[in-house]
């Protein structure tokens, strides 16, 4: 997150001791979950509401770790300067212009689409 960014040492120790804090509260990945996901997956017959239901449970502890890291990404971005700050979003500017331009790559244009016309 911070690539590009020159942090101070404190900075450094600050965002370190806040990921060492992070490692103890936030919510482990639930290899119990993972297991049942499995057995419904391998099982003779396929069951889509107990799939779903698995998948909606794993889904929620998901949503759960990704709060946690954004609550701590929250804290190490406020430990930044003005100008640390305006580097780093300006970086995230960057790589969401690249991404769109790769994700715009992918789509097909309407000239590479096939036509309906030639097929018939």
Known sequence: MFDGVNLTEQQRQQMRDL????????????????????????????????????????????VDRQVEMARIRNQMFNLLSPEQKETLNQKHQQRMQEMQQQMAGLQPTSA?????MMTQ
């Open 112 to 116: 590479q689409k096939p036509s309906s």
């Open 19 to 62: 990921m060492h804090q992070a490692r103890k509260h936030l919510p482990h990945i639930n290899v119990d979950q993972l297991e049942t996901m499995h057995k419904l997956v391998t099982a003779e017959n396929f069951d889509q509401k107990a799939v779903r239901a698995q998948a909606e449970v794993m889904a929620q502890e998901q």
